[in-house]
């Protein structure tokens, strides 16, 4: 009988070595249940791909949903395999949305953007992140965002590693709570988050004018963590 003996994987913080790895499994997170990543549209015209872009964002520190130190890193083997990002939410942030727009003249300066194609970004930016968007208000102390598991690792319990690796974040920070969100239609990771959170709030499609699937948030207290 061939017996597997599985071991936990490690878990450590991102590093700047680390980027390249932010920025695919950033790709991996964004594209259920739609198929694609709704950065490739936002792109269109830049002349810049997806993955040379999110690696700009991280290593200008331009992401408003985790900066490099705040995301965990699990690794097998001594390769990284999945990740998440577990963070303070801003209280008034500035902008809304994935991106800095703050940071978005370093960005543009970074990947050799005309005035041009840095406006033209800004402005499909602002068409998709702007509104109502009192979806994005914060349901906890922390906030987990960007979780992903490199494809050909999936189905080996490291979604549920990286949400116990959240939550032991957490309490070293001293939260009380801890929140994260899903796109309806993405049904893997909703059926992941009911195991260890419950469920805060719903916006139908009807709350997007149908232009959307809707979401749920979630949340859980880090003092009763549900198993």
Known sequence: MNMQHKIAPAVRAATVQDIPFLAKMDVEASLPPFGTSFWDELLEGTGTDTLTFLETMFREGAS????????????????????????????????EGPLNLDKLDQIAWALCWSDDIRTAFRAAYEKVWSGDTVFLKPQADLIVET?????????????????????????????????????????????LYE??????????????????PGLTKYRASLTSEKE
């Open 147 to 191: 979780v992903a598991v490199a494809p050909d690792h999936r189905g080996q319990g490291f979604g549920t590693a990286l949400m116990h690796a959240a939550f032991a974040r957490g309490r070293t920070l001293g939260a009380e709570s801890v929140g994260i969100m899903v796109i309806h239609g993405n049904d893997g990771a909703q059926a």
């Open 195 to 212: 195991k260890h959170f419950e469920p805060y709030a719903t916006f139908h499609s009807a709350y997007f004018e149908h232009q959307f």
């Open 64 to 95: 408003n949903w985790g900066a490099v130190p705040d995301f965990l890193i699990l690794e097998s083997d001594g390769a990284p395999v999945a990740t998440c990002a577990v963070f303070p939410p801003e209280p008034n942030p500035t902008n």
